[in-house]
């Protein structure tokens, strides 16, 4: 028996950082093996499943232990702290210059090599030849994979070759892509969008937004203190872990803002010791917060059936 969508898609989120290894017990169900698009820092990964094509978007490289390059990790890191906000026809609004400069290498083909627009569609090709999957496109992202992940369905769903396509997205801690005419044209589209977000994870919260909470604001002024406030806004309907999430919050960062400048001075800077609360909240990994969260800590999830979690028809209109 299959699990949830929504869970599969956490998987697919989590296998994005690593497109050759599927954690037993924790399997999308592939039809064939994906399809890996990688643009230097950015990476997603374009596959069938039985119920449509599955998009999903690695998020920021881990630091100190992502087994990858060091300079494409700051590199990746730095992609996220472009937070300008510009005007863009393609998203309805303004969006992230990090993010939207990701996406623009991501979607378009490169060098012989097919981007995102191409990969999703020679699947849906196939599809027609072998109807093993359904034309439906399921997008998900960690983190900046969040953010991705609601760049490319607004993207997608402005596309005449895929009208009428119905789009499910489910974002995992997504760092905000868009101000608030990007949501507003997000939300008047066809998408229909969950996010999950831990009470105690900061990163949900960035870029900046006017209801940025307390313990944020501590944390931002401290690692920015020039940082201005943009109008970045959240997308699609919130589900909370407060109760999963309520340790977390108060992380040391909330409550000792002094202690934590202190740490962040010259000769005191020990950036480790700032990692382990925050990315305990931000985690995918089994066992994690979110893992827990995702299906298994929605009361009300019928794991797929016909009225499924919300928002109000995600299995079926989107």
């Known amino acids: 028996m299959k699990q949830c969508m929504k869970r599969r898609m956490l998987y ?57 390059d060091e300079w494409q990790t700051v590199l990746d890191w730095l992609n996220g702290s472009l937070s300008l906000c510009v005007d863009d026809p393609l998203y309805g609004g303004g969006v992230h210059l990090g993010f939207s400069d990701s996406m623009r290498r991501l979607w378009g083909d490169l060098d012989g090599r097919p981007g995102l627009k191409t990969a999703v569609q020679a699947m849906l090709d196939q599809s027609l030849l072998d109807r093993r999957s359904a034309r439906h496109l399921f997008v998900t992202g960690h983190s900046k994979g969040g953010a991705l992940a609601n760049l490319f369905a607004m993207r997608a769903s402005r596309q005449s070759c895929w009208d009428g396509m119905p789009i499910s997205v489910a974002t995992i801690a997504a760092a905000r892509a868009g101000n608030s005419a990007f949501a507003r044209s997000y939300a008047a589209s066809r998408i229909a969008c969950i996010r999950y977000e831990l009470s105690g994870d900061p990163v949900p919260h960035l870029p900046p937004g006017p209801q940025m909470p307390g313990f944020v604001q501590t944390l931002a002024r401290t690692l920015y203190p020039k940082l201005t406030y943009a109008d970045y806004q959240p997308v699609g309907e919130r589900v909370g872990g407060d109760a999963a999430g309520k340790a977390l919050a108060t992380w040391a960062g909330a409550r000792q803002p002094r202690r934590l400048a202190n740490l962040l001075r010259p000769r005191g800077f020990r950036l480790r010791g700032l990692l382990p609360a925050p990315l305990s909240a931000h985690a995918i990994c089994p066992g994690s917060g979110y893992d827990r969260l995702i299906c298994l800590g929605e009361g009300d999830c019928d794991h797929g059936g016909e009225q499924a979690r919300a928002p109000e028809g995600f299995r079926l209109r989107a």
């Open 12 to 68: 697919a989120a989590s296998q994005a950082y690593q497109p050759r290894m599927e954690v037993q017990h924790r399997r999308v169900g592939w039809i064939e093996a994906p399809v890996v698009i990688a643009r230097g820092i950015d990476q997603a990964m374009v596959g069938r499943v039985n119920e449509g094509v599955v998009i999903a978007f690695r998020g920021s490289l881990p630091p100190f232990f992502s087994g990858h």
